[in-house]
């Protein structure tokens, strides 16, 4: 079938510059935790070519987005502190705050105002106020520069998941961030996830030197897991090389054409696509027996888009998740469109 639910943004996954990079590396395996004799000298090049992409001081791998946000977390909030969060975050920020067992609070999406009342309440410790940079299932962005303001008000740490911005928003594709405008200390700690845009597989989080340091010496997924394999290292370096070239910026050009093509011939059909200028499509079905007979129809026709039910979305909101690429053609777009309407 042809995939339109992937997260492979750019179409990395299958780049012969990864997959060489990939054969070339050292080691298949990561052999032991970072701490221990696990980092080799492809994790150092990966996570000096990521902080020098995103024009930050250091970066830190983890071995996956979930893990990596569950450890950030865990290593900067505990009892008497609190965690300011997006009803729409996705679930690791939400297990991560959870399981600090700090004061989590979450504010409704995209609610700035919400998000400040529930800042100016205040805790014995820190605050926290973590935000999806692009969501994965609406596909909409934050309001960064209004969350990066209300942040600094009540001196709490902004932390952006970027897992669905990296290598696609922003100038040579750094973000959510970087196309809001955000200096590091506006934004001081970020996550950039390798499954997506960059078409491998980790994560790293970035930002901030001492903040970094800390989470080296104290978040758990980092320190008591074994590193995420070399050749996967190199794989994504020469992903992240890809995404900032003039390559990268042409595949980002690519993706914007395809995303503006799907929406023109959506409402043009009259679907019923929720607002997104992103390469996540939403279509909303309502009932889950809706979205699961429309994917399935879409199956018979060769089209593999998956329909997402509660407890992912909200009770009444199961969808058609329609992801586009740079990969994909206008006449594989055109063919979609017309078996969606057809199918509906």
């Excluded at 919400?114 to 605050?127: E, H």
């Excluded at 699961?292 to 879409?298: E, G, I, K, M, R």
Aim: aromatic share 4%.
């Amino acid at each position: 079938m042809l995939n339109f639910c992937s997260n492979d943004y750019l179409g990395l996954s299958q780049h012969p510059r990864l997959l060489a990079a990939l054969h070339a590396a050292s080691s298949a395996g990561g052999i032991a935790s970072h701490l221990v004799c696990g980092q080799a000298a492809e994790h150092a090049a990966l996570e000096h070519a990521l902080a020098q992409w995103q024009q930050l001081p250091r970066a830190l791998l983890f071995g996956s987005g979930y893990v990596a946000n569950l450890a950030v977390l865990q290593a900067l909030l505990g009892k008497g502190d609190a965690c300011v969060q997006d009803k729409r975050n996705h679930a690791s920020l939400i297990d991560g705050a959870r399981l600090a067992g700090c004061d989590l609070r979450r504010y409704p999406h995209n609610d700035v105002e919400a998000a400040a009342r529930q800042l100016a309440i205040g805790a014995r410790g820190a605050q926290l106020l973590a935000t999806d940079g692009v969501f994965s299932m609406d596909g909409d962005v934050a309001p960064l520069a209004a969350l990066a303001a209300v942040a600094g008000q009540h001196d709490a740490l902004l932390y952006v998941d970027e897992a669905h911005a990296a290598g696609v928003l922003g100038e040579a594709g750094r973000g959510s961030c970087a196309a809001a405008g955000l200096e590091v200390a506006a934004a001081p700690l970020r996550l950039i996830t390798f499954g997506k845009a960059l078409g491998s597989v980790g994560a790293a989080v970035v930002g901030e030197a001492d903040l970094i340091e800390h989470l080296l010496q104290t978040a758990r997924g980092g320190i008591y897991t074994t590193a995420m394999a070399p050749a996967q290292a190199a794989a994504t370096q020469a992903a992240v090389a890809l995404v900032a070239s003039v390559e990268g910026e042409a595949l980002r050009q690519c993706l914007q054409a395809n995303i503006a093509r799907f929406c023109e011939g959506a409402r043009r059909l009259g679907l019923p696509l929720l607002p997104s200028l992103t390469a996540i499509q939403p279509l909303l079905a309502g009932d889950d027996a809706a979205a699961l007979a429309w994917s399935h129809a879409l199956e018979a026709h060769g089209y593999w888009c998956s329909a997402i039910r509660p407890p992912t979305v909200p009770e009444g909101a199961a969808r058609l998740r329609v992801t586009l690429t740079a990969a994909h053609t206008a006449a594989q777009i055109d063919g979609l469109l017309t078996a969606l309407a057809a199918t509906r």
